[in-house]
T-cell receptor, first 112, second 117 residues
Framework: AQTVTQSQPEMSVQEAETVTLSCTYDTSESDYYLFWYKQPPSRQMILVIRQEAYKQQNATENRFSVNFQKAAKSFSLKISDSQLGDAAMYFCASQGAQKLVFGQGTRLTINP | GAVVSQHPSWVICKSGTSVKIECRSLDFQATTMFWYRQFPKQSLMLMATSNEGSKATYEQGVEKDKFLINHASLTLSTLTVTSAHPEDSSFYIC?????????????FGDGTRLSIL
């Protein structure tokens, strides 16, 4: 079984600043992937970044990077130089062999 | 690439009618498609997984006779909400995964807002 926990229902950050969203997970599977998805008000699910669990190197996509701590089962998302367009719900997710399990989400507000 | 089209985007219908939602992968072959339900201010909950040419696998608590899923081709899956009632009102999202294996990212449609009066 997989579980994903996001303990921050809401976060806010000043434009151009850096913010980190937290995520912890639990899985009994040896192979798995971790994802961060963004859901803006349009409700479209947009893949932000993904991490293969067997890789030690943290994934990076432009202003988005993760801090993957496998032993601690932690997978946080760092957004640098926050922009107004980053405002959205962010979901952490764990992909096992069968299905993708989402966390509860964190609503990120960007203050101009 | 990896575009998933979901139609309709919004539907309003009377209680007791059936509603069909389509999910199409436009530029790739989707061996597996997924249907999710999302209530306001909540996360996505997986309803069922469908593989092309096979019967869908439903998650615990999801009524398979209420939510009929068909995945007849590698580019199309449909979800039919039969005899819909107000409690079925929700946001339904499909996703599709290509042929690269179980750990490939899922690509999501834009969702369907279903309102049952």
């Amino acid at each position: 079984a997989q579980t994903v926990t996001q303990s921050q229902p809401e976060m806010s950050v000043q434009e151009a600043e850096t913010v980190t969203l937290s995520c912890t997970y639990d899985t009994s599977e040896s192979d798995y992937y971790l994802f961060w998805y963004k859901q803006p008000p349009s409700r479209q699910m947009i893949l932000v970044i993904r991490q293969e669990a067997y890789k030690q190197q943290n994934a990076t996509e432009n202003r988005f990077s993760v801090n993957f701590q496998k032993a601690a089962k932690s997978f946080s998302l760092k957004i640098s130089d926050s922009q107004l367009g980053d405002a959205a719900m962010y979901f952490c997710a764990s992909q096992g062999a069968q299905k993708l399990v989402f966390g509860q989400g964190t609503r990120l507000t960007i203050n101009p | 690439g990896a575009v998933v089209s979901q139609h309709p985007s919004w539907v309003i219908c009377k209680s007791g009618t059936s509603v069909k939602i389509e999910c199409r992968s436009l530029d790739f072959q989707a061996t597996t498609m997924f249907w999710y339900r999302q209530f306001p201010k909540q996360s996505l909950m997986l309803m069922a997984t469908s593989n092309e040419g096979s019967k869908a696998t439903y998650e615990q608590g999801v009524e398979k006779d209420k939510f009929l899923i068909n995945h007849a081709s590698l580019t199309l899956s449909t979800l039919t909400v039969t005899s819909a009632h107000p409690e079925d009102s929700s946001f339904y999202i499909c996703s599709a995964r290509g042929t690269g294996g179980a750990y490939q990212p899922q690509h999501f449609g834009d969702g369907t807002r279903l309102s049952i009066l």
